[in-house]
């Protein structure tokens, strides 16, 4: 292709390409904009966008054409049915060319200055495995900010971070590395183990992208963390709970991530302490917004069945969130809607 100097365009297997964003999506229409903006607001000559769409059925087919007009850098493969959330994100790596990929959901957003800091993170460390970076919840809208669960287990990391561990790196930010918007990944690498590792007892679990992880820092146990916000997270928007509903959501996000989570460490201490930080760090906020929601009390006694079964031996669950199961809903909804109103108005504006 030329330019309008008439010299040739570089492409992408010509020029070096740094960082390729990596973007698995399916029917956000209503959001995907939004998630590219804030990405091509702070774009260079390092970055490629890769998008995979898994037969989206609304507009968003003819959205990321409109952008590719714009920014022909874009790339975009469109499947002709429906394989799942796994096998999405194992071919938006497959199809970009960058040193590092980082992957993001289809409707959060780069908050402003984050592309600068994680490219000066990889360059400030080499021969990483990837890198999990700090986040920021806003509420649905993404307008204003509200309580954000801390990336790393209890709140404790402040600055950021390079584990040369790989159970250390668990114990610290194994929920934290279920979240797709907050993982860059070494695509070489990446690549190795998704060629060499059978990954079919873990495909379709949801939950691939914690497993491949777990075998790359297995072959390279070094993993960053960036603590400066980069990924403005776009709460109360889980596509699973419309997919699959209540209570099949809960299974996935208990039983199926055990599996994964097992699957690399067994049943030993790092598992204990992964699951410790998600009773601990986000299941108090998670049954408060299903109550606060409406769960029916079928499904709050399912859930309660489900918990108590899983979460019995760890006393933070006896304190912190059983005691959750008792309190109205109508009571939890009226909490909600005050926090939220004060959060729009007085609290946490962007």
């Not at 928007?237 to 699959?244: A, C, G, H, L, Y």
């Not at 509903?245 to 302490?273: E, K, M, N, P, W």
Request: hydrophobic residues 40%; proline residues 3%; contains cysteine.
């Amino acid at each position: 292709m030329l330019d309008n100097t008439g010299r040739e365009e570089p492409t992408l297997s010509s020029r070096s390409v740094r960082l390729s964003f990596c973007i698995p999506t399916y029917n956000r229409a209503d959001f995907i904009g939004e998630c590219l903006d804030s990405i091509l607001a702070q774009r260079d000559d390092r970055l490629e966008l890769v998008i995979v769409d898994g037969a989206s059925t609304d507009a968003t087919p003819t959205i990321v054409k409109e952008y590719q007009r714009q920014y022909p850098f874009i790339r975009y493969f469109r499947r002709s049915e429906n394989v799942g959330i796994d096998e999405d994100v194992l071919k938006v790596v497959e199809l970009a060319e960058g040193q590092y990929c980082w992957l993001m959901s289809d409707d959060d957003r780069i908050e402003k200055g984050a592309l600068a800091h994680v490219l000066s993170f990889l360059e400030y460390n080499p021969s990483l495995a990837g890198a999990s970076l700090n986040y920021t919840s806003y509420d649905q809208s993404l307008s204003y900010k509200i309580y954000t669960a801390p990336a790393g287990s209890g709140g404790r990391l402040h600055q950021d971070t390079v584990f040369d561990c790989r159970d250390e790196c668990f114990k610290e930010l194994g929920v934290h590395i279920s979240y797709l918007s907050s993982q860059v990944v070494n695509r070489r690498l990446w690549n190795d183990v998704v060629r060499n590792k059978d990954l079919s007892p873990y495909t379709g679990s949801a939950w691939l992208l914690v497993y491949v992880i777990g075998l790359m820092l297995a072959e390279q146990p070094r993993w960053g963390y960036i603590h400066f916000s980069c990924v403005a997270n776009r709460s109360a928007n889980d596509s699973f709970i419309t997919r699959v509903g209540g209570y099949r959501r809960q299974i996935i996000a208990h039983v199926t991530f055990d599996h994964v989570i097992s699957g690399l460490f067994g049943h030993g201490q790092v598992r204990r302490d992964v699951f410790k930080t998600l009773v601990a760090d986000r299941m108090p906020k998670n049954l408060a917004s299903y109550k606060a929601n409406g769960a029916s009390i079928s499904l709050q006694l399912r859930l309660a069945v489900l918990c108590v079964r899983r979460y019995w031996s760890y006393p933070v669950f006896w304190w912190k969130v059983f005691p959750i199961f008792f309190v109205p809903n109508h009571v939890l909804s009226v909490v909600r809607r005050l926090y939220l109103c004060l959060a729009s108005r007085f609290l946490f504006h962007k």
